[in-house]
């Protein structure tokens, strides 16, 4: 475990480190290759000595495209050791904004999983990389399009150059946050900000030391880099990784591993709690589930079917996967938690002011260290300093807090519906409406309202053979909201869009009137104003 004497300001360091003191001790985990501290440092010695040949250097930026495999941390370790950039892309990404993202990191050097290359090879004319390799492909052989190499070319038998370690402000990475209002930014991460948030998560994780980290979110996100690789890095744990994530065998993939801690996101939660009882339900060894987005309503369900303790946490790319998070031993149901040490945060109302406790408000976090959170967006300079306004960071989500410093998570900021001069969180109705046995999973929009402002849309995915009508929703939502936040319009859906990371794509719904809802008033069903 991390001891106060270990301080890593840089992950170079922290591979060669963690590779002297645990040797041969299980460091990665994945579906069919382990990797141990020796080996991780030692491969990524031989990867980093044969990118130096290929001319990558200090500074540089490689841009990837790869899925939960051995090559993602190798890729990335080898890279830090050069003092180099890894640019992690989306694996779901194609077309224009794919082209787009690769273009604008300005990467000279790109490594794609073979099974992605049918996405890749259409916009490769357009972006004339120095350098394209392609890693190993699990199953048939693939013939490489003229100019790609083969990963293997990669592992050089010679030392790797001798590099000065990077600076704590030096870039790890740049990731790409989600373009909901505009072109997607690239946040750029510096090595003491990815090592900053994994040891304050260890300190609040209930660890002990045969933990084993387990997730089935993707690397090229910060959960995953975070929450659970460095994390058990650090502590000289195991973690173990899935290549995506399955609700229907989630935990016996889970046990295969010998988890004992796991990551889920809010539409893991839900779906997970709404899969049949089986079990394998309490079949496994995780005992604690690091969660973001468990509502009051589930969370105590949830911790009993599956025996597991959940501690409740909050964060984005920019100011660490994990910023505010329940302290052990002092959990608070329904709660985010409170900041973690290299944080400041504050609830303010939309002139900057802080509000009162209890009063909901967006919440802005500035670091207490230098370099413990995101440097910029990468080449958008206005928008990094719009972000950071009055030297604090805005998050864009209302959040209000109690009079003991607990946060409670509403809304994103932008998502909030304007309706007949109140303002409702999504979320709320969202929560309501999952609630009946029917339904699997529901968004919440806005759409205009025939007399200005907005109104209440619903997108609801039922469950598997599940059947039931709009009015009975929109009579079960009546009985349990108040009487401006029940639904104008319904509209059922074979699926939520998602991203990789689980998350719905609410932008793709919102405003949207398609025709095939079911609206509330046309069927009858008012809703009266109480009084």
């Known amino acids: 475990m991390l001891t106060a004497a270990e301080q890593f300001h840089d992950l170079a360091s922290l591979i060669r480190a963690k590779a002297k003191k645990n040797e041969d001790r299980p460091a990665l985990r994945f579906a069919d290759h382990t990797l141990t501290y020796s080996q991780l440092d030692q491969e990524t010695d031989r990867l980093a000595a044969g990118l130096a040949e ?11 495209l790869l899925y939960n495999r051995p090559e993602f941390p190798l890729l990335w370790f080898a890279l830090a050791k050069l003092g180099a950039v890894l640019v992690p892309l989306n694996t779901a990404l194609k077309g224009e904004l794919l082209r787009y993202e690769l273009d604008d990191c300005q990467a000279r050097s790109v490594v794609v999983d073979p099974s992605l290359l049918p996405v890749y090879e259409p916009i490769r004319a357009s ?16 013939e490489l399009p003229t100019g790609m190499r083969p990963w293997s070319e990669l592992r050089s038998s010679v030392p790797p150059p001798s590099v000065e370690p990077p600076r704590p402000s030096d870039p790890a990475a740049i990731l790409y946050t989600s373009g909901t209002t505009g072109p997607p930014k690239g946040a750029v991460i510096p090595h003491e900000k990815y090592l900053t948030t994994p040891r304050e998560i260890g300190l609040r994780s209930e660890l002990d030391a045969g933990s084993v980290l387990f997730t089935g979110l993707p690397l090229f996100h910060c959960n995953a880099q975070e929450m659970t690789m460095l ?29 004992t801690h796991v990551s889920l996101l809010i539409a893991m939660v839900n779906v997970l709690f709404k899969q049949p009882a089986k079990p394998t339900d309490r079949g496994h060894g995780v005992r604690v589930a690091l969660t973001a987005g468990a509502t009051k309503e589930v969370w105590p369900k949830f911790e009993a079917r599956f025996g597991l303790r959940i501690i409740e946490l909050y964060g984005m790319t920019e100011c660490g996967c994990t910023t505010l998070m329940n302290p052990p031993g ?5 709660s985010v938690g409170t900041p973690l040490g290299f944080v400041e945060a504050e609830i303010v109302d939309d002139h900057d002011e802080p509000v009162a406790a209890g009063t909901p408000g967006e919440l802005i976090v500035r670091p207490r260290a230098p370099f413990t959170m995101f440097l910029e967006y990468y080449r958008k300079p206005e928008k990094t300093v719009e972000a950071w306004r009055n030297l604090w960071f805005h998050t864009g989500d209302l959040m209000k807090r109690d009079a003991d410093g607990y946060y409670y998570f509403l809304d994103r900021k932008k998502d909030v519906i304007r309706r007949r001069g109140e303002n409702l969180a999504p979320y709320d109705v969202e929560t309501v409406l999952n609630q009946h046995p029917a339904v699997f999973e529901t968004v919440v929009v806005g759409v205009p309202a025939e007399i200005g402002e907005e109104d209440v849309k619903a997108f609801v995915q039922l469950r598997p053979g599940a059947v039931v009508i709009p009015e009975e929703l929109f009579l079960f939502a009546a009985d349990r909201l108040p009487f401006f936040m029940v639904p104008r319009y319904l509209e059922f859906i074979q699926e939520i869009p998602k991203t990789a990371n689980q998350k719905a794509q609410r932008y793709l719904l919102k405003g949207k009137l398609t025709g095939r809802e079911s609206d509330r008033e046309k069927l009858g069903i008012s809703i009266k104003r109480p009084g």
Not at 54 to 63: S, T
Not at 237 to 255: G, K, M, N, P
Not at 330 to 334: D, K, L, P, S, T
Request: no cysteine; net charge negative; aromatic share 12%.
């Open 231 to 259: 994390t058990a890095l650090l502590n000289d744990l195991t973690a173990a990784f899935d290549e995506r994530f399955h609700a229907s065998t989630y935990w016996e993939v889970a046990a295969r591993y010998g988890a």
């Open 330 to 334: 002092a959990i608070r149901v329904g």
């Open 54 to 64: 290929a001319g990558v250097a200090r500074g540089d930026r490689v841009a990837s």
């Open 127 to 142: 972006l004339q990389f120095t350098h394209e390799w392609v890693t190993p492909d699990a199953g048939s052989k693939v």
